[in-house]
């Protein structure tokens, strides 16, 4: 089983660019596959990106290619979202998530483990 506590949102202007952290607890975490996805007030949560175990696989979503990049760093336990060019469309809480299958999931149903979010807010 693993902890996830995310961290680093916070209030930035349209343009600008904000870096999330998720600290994972336990010893295995270079077993999980990592996802960070997002929810805005009265929408769904939402795929945003997905790295693999070794770092060797990673997936966008459409809307964030381009400006948003994840990577992780096993030996820190850690799973990073540099978002860069923000909008005020990406506000949102955006949550990181874990699970231990092969491939890394772009839904909600292929993640097991889930953060508690942290918001994010771009203004215009």
Excluded: H
């Excluded at 998720?22 to 996805?37: L, P, Q």
């Excluded at 929810?39 to 964030?64: C, L, M, T």
Aim: proline letters at 2%; aromatic letters at 12%.
């Amino acid at each position: 089983q693993v902890q996830l506590v995310e961290s680093g949102g916070g209030l930035v202007q349209a343009g600008g660019s904000l870096r999330l952290s998720c600290a994972a607890s336990g010893r295995t975490f270079s077993s999980y596959v990592m996802g960070w996805f997002r929810q805005a007030p009265g929408k769904e949560r939402e795929f945003v990106a997905a790295i693999s175990r070794s770092g060797s696989s990673i997936f966008y979503a459409d809307s964030v290619k381009g400006r948003f990049t994840i990577s992780r760093d096993n030996a820190k336990n850690t799973v990073y979202l540099q978002m860069n060019s923000l909008k005020p469309e990406d506000t949102a809480v955006y949550y990181c998530a874990a699970d231990q299958s092969i491939v890394a999931a772009t839904t909600t149903r292929g993640y097991d483990y889930w953060g508690q979010g942290t918001q994010v807010t771009v203004s215009s």
